[in-house]
Nanobody
């Protein structure tokens, strides 16, 4: 079984900074993509940023220039450094991974999600 565990959410003032971290654990063969999505109640989950096993990154327009995604490939972790936070960044943030999971029944590709962590940007 593979799981993603996020940490680092909370309350921050507009203009402030916050770092989210996510650790993958379990029977993992390879992780191809890790990233962050966010969701506001009533809205669809949307991309924030992703990073591939080769280090290629992809950012939502709203995140460009303010957020930085990074990975520790040895530790199977991904982080999101968020600067200049705005009230509209308030949302539940979800860690995501596309990976190859190993089991006694064989290997299979999985989309895995974390449980989510809430970020509130407010004065």
């Amino acid at each position: 079984q593979v799981q993603l565990v996020e940490s680092g959410g909370g309350l921050v003032q507009p203009g402030g900074s916050l770092t989210l971290s996510c650790a993958a654990s379990g029977s993992i063969g390879s992780i191809y993509v890790m990233g962050w999505y966010r969701q506001v109640p009533g809205n669809e989950r949307e991309l924030v940023a992703t990073i591939t096993s080769g280090g290629s990154t992809n950012y939502a327009d709203s995140a460009k220039g303010r957020f930085t995604i990074s990975r520790d490939y040895a530790k199977n972790t991904v982080s999101l450094q968020m600067n200049s936070l705005k009230p509209e960044d308030t949302a539940g943030y979800y860690c995501y991974a596309y990976l190859l999971a190993a089991s006694t029944l064989g290997s299979r590709y999985l989309d895995v999600w974390g449980q989510g962590t809430l970020i509130t940007v407010s004065s």
